[in-house]
T-cell receptor, first 114, second 115 residues
Framework: DQQVKQNSPSLSVQEGRISILNCDYT??????FLWYKKYPAEGPTFLIS?????DKNEDGRFTVFLNKSAKHLSLHIVPSQPGDSAVYFC?????????????FGEGTQLTVNP | DGGITQSPKYLFRKEGQNVTLSCEQN?????MYWYRQDPGQGLRLIYY???????QKGDIAEGYSVSREKKESFPLTVTSAQKNPTAFYLC??????????????FGPGTRLTVL
């Protein structure tokens, strides 16, 4: 049972345009969401997070939006740069485990073309 | 420099052999985690530990074992009972378990190939 789903395995955008990565979840106990970026053969690095009490969090070129009623979050990257090309994972933390563990989506491979 | 180290980067083993993957952190984090990543799949949790001398099974614990004798160290043993051990293994740590707004920090990973 995949509780966090990233339905797009890949996304390709032009440099300078907006990248929108999507994530859906099913567990209503999820209360905190994170995005990680991963290059091949490296560990993921934390990008941005959002608590369920907010609907938007912004950090430079990265903005995460949360729609609790739809159980959907998205990561916007504006403007996209070639160095943003990586796999992006969304992850969720739930109240039941008090944030002790994360559930990850399958990842979306973003390619930003020069 | 504070961080998480995993060694070795690449590991080859013959089928039927147990192998232990190392994970060390000097971030003074309480919680540590082991994940595996397979092509086209997300990170799946194998085991995690919120405190020294305690650990819990994750979603895919069968064929793996761990120990947490020291705060800094959380080695993972891939046993011969693991049906499909070839994968990329990631170790992570988190400052304090039980705190919701809390990110995990990851090591560089170990690529295990069983021949």
């Amino acid at each position: 049972d995949q509780q966090v789903k990233q339905n797009s395995p890949s996304l390709s955008v032009q440099e300078g345009r907006i990248s929108i990565l999507n994530c859906d979840y099913t567990n209503s106990m999820f209360d905190y969401f994170l995005w990680y970026k991963k290059y091949p053969a490296e560990g993921p690095t934390f990008l941005i997070s959002i608590s369920s009490i907010k609907d938007k969090n912004e950090d430079g070129r990265f903005t995460v939006f949360l729609n609790k009623s739809a159980k959907h979050l998205s990561l916007h990257i504006v403007p996209s740069q070639p160095g943003d090309s990586a796999v992006y994972f969304c992850a969720a933390s739930d109240k039941e485990t008090s944030g002790s563990r994360l559930t990850f989506g399958e990842g979306t491979q973003l390619t930003v073309n020069p | 420099d504070g961080g998480i180290t995993q060694s070795p980067k690449y590991l080859f083993r013959k089928e039927g052999q147990n192998v232990t993957l190392s994970c060390e952190q000097n971030l003074n984090h309480d919680a540590m985690y082991w994940y595996r990543q397979d092509p086209g799949q997300g990170l799946r949790l194998i085991y995690y530990s919120q405190i020294v001398n305690d650990f819990q099974k994750g979603d895919i614990a069968e064929g793996y074992s761990v120990s947490r004798e020291k705060k800094e160290s959380f080695p993972l043993t891939v046993t011969s009972a693991q049906k499909n051990p070839t994968a990329f293994y990631l170790c992570a740590s988190m400052a304090r378990a039980g705190v919701l707004a809390n990110e995990q920090f990851f090591g560089p990973g170990t690529r295990l190939t069983v021949l």
